[in-house]
């Protein structure tokens, strides 16, 4: 597997793309119904010592009330009066955004000092309410979105920010995670992150997860690194990435650093680098499956202490009893249910617009149905959008 080309092949790639509906990508999600399953097997099997440090090592919030009450189909939409104590989701579609945060305080001071919240990576994974299919849809960092007002931490709201047609009055996505997190508050970031996504998606988040860079960085330690081969020298001090070229095996720290690289490999876009973290997941998926880390008690419980370390979620996501309800719905799971693709979009410069495509996906996420271009589903006709006259990415 390579994960270096040509400036001109990514270029023709992402116009191959940009005219197509999303691309599925089973493989690198199969670790997401085998990880909760995982989880199910762990805690029906684990001594109460370990399960209660575990359990103590995940930080979940209750921001309900951040969220409020005007929300996709009202606030309690997919609430339960009477609950299966077994599964509080079940037989009910589920939308979980995780985020990557880019914040540089505590553990994360040692990758660079900023003030303030940043997100980085944005996923909303979507469980059908049958549990026969995964779809997660990548968020782009620089795509164009409105943020509505969201609330602060020291009081009242923040200012909402109109939809922009381009980079000179558009807002990134990204900015919503740092507008509510002023003054660095996680809960904020997370709230006003779910709502930006719930007014341009109308699809109503019913959990989320926050994990930060040294967690990731950690994770990838707990599974004994992660193999990764490159066509050309990867040398990014920017996001202290400096690889050779040819096969090698990256500790927690390039591995970070390569899911963080922009600016310096390729054409530098936010596009590529989605590109890249999918192919380092892919990666990651084939260590941990390779190195049995699931049937191995103790290199699970590596795992999942550093996973619960880095973690910040919603109160029932950071619940094991919950995951180990939603990882047993998931048993019947298969790589050919499981579907990975970043939303459509187009390029305007160094930002990416939404299209009529992009709204294709929502409804299909919003429905719980598969998405456009999946086997499963009926398929899209290709996208009619012209690029514009800046189509291609800044550098």
Not at 24 to 34: D, G, I, M, Q, T
Request: charged share 20%; with cysteine; proline share 6%.
């Amino acid at each position: 597997m390579s994960t270096t080309r040509t400036d001109s092949d990514r270029r023709d790639e992402r116009g191959a793309r940009r005219h197509a509906a999303p691309r599925p990508r089973r493989r690198a999600l199969n670790v997401l119904a085998l990880s909760l399953l995982g989880v199910a097997l762990f805690v029906t099997t684990a001594v109460g010592s370990v399960y209660v440090e575990i359990q103590s090592r995940i930080d979940s919030k209750d921001i309900n009330a951040l969220l409020g009450e005007n929300r996709p189909g009202g606030a309690d939409q997919h609430g339960d009066p009477t609950p299966d104590p077994r599964d509080s989701w079940a037989g009910k579609p589920l939308n979980v955004l995780v985020l990557g945060s880019d914040y540089r305080g505590g553990d994360n001071a040692q990758y660079g000092e900023f003030e303030g919240m940043r997100s980085d990576t944005a996923l909303i994974v979507h469980f059908s309410a049958d549990r026969e299919r995964v779809d997660v849809v990548s968020i782009p960092r620089d795509l164009i979105v409105a943020i509505p007002a969201c609330p602060l931490p020291g009081g009242g709201e923040s200012y909402p920010q109109a939809l922009g047609t381009n980079e000179h009055n558009g807002v990134r996505f990204n900015a919503a995670f740092a507008t509510g997190g002023q003054g660095e508050d996680l809960s904020h970031a997370a709230a006003c992150a779910i709502l930006t996504v719930e007014a341009m998606t109308d699809i109503y988040i019913d959990d989320w997860a926050v994990i930060d860079m040294d967690g990731f960085a950690t994770m990838v330690d707990a599974i004994g690194g992660v193999q990764m081969c490159f066509d050309e020298p990867m040398n990014v001090p920017k996001a202290d990435l400096d690889l050779e070229a040819g096969c090698q095996t990256l500790d927690g720290d390039d591995a970070l650093g390569l899911a963080r690289a922009r600016k310096g490999i390729g054409d530098g876009s936010d596009i590529s680098r989605i590109d890249r973290q999918q192919e380092l997941m892919t990666a990651m998926v084939g260590q941990v499956l390779s190195a049995d880390t699931l049937a191995n008690p103790s290199k699970l419980l590596s795992l999942l202490s550093s996973a619960a370390s880095s973690l910040t979620t919603s109160e029932r996501l950071g619940n094991l009893n919950s995951l180990t309800g939603l990882g047993y719905s998931l048993r019947g799971i298969d790589g050919g249910s499981v579907n990975f693709s970043t939303a459509p979009h187009a390029y305007s410069g160094n930002v990416v617009l939404q299209t009529p495509e992009t709204d294709l996906v929502w409804d299909a996420l919003r429905a719980d149905e598969p998405l456009p271009g999946d086997p499963a589903g009926e398929s899209t006709e290709e996208s009619t959008v012209e690029p514009t006259a800046s189509s291609s990415p800044s550098s």
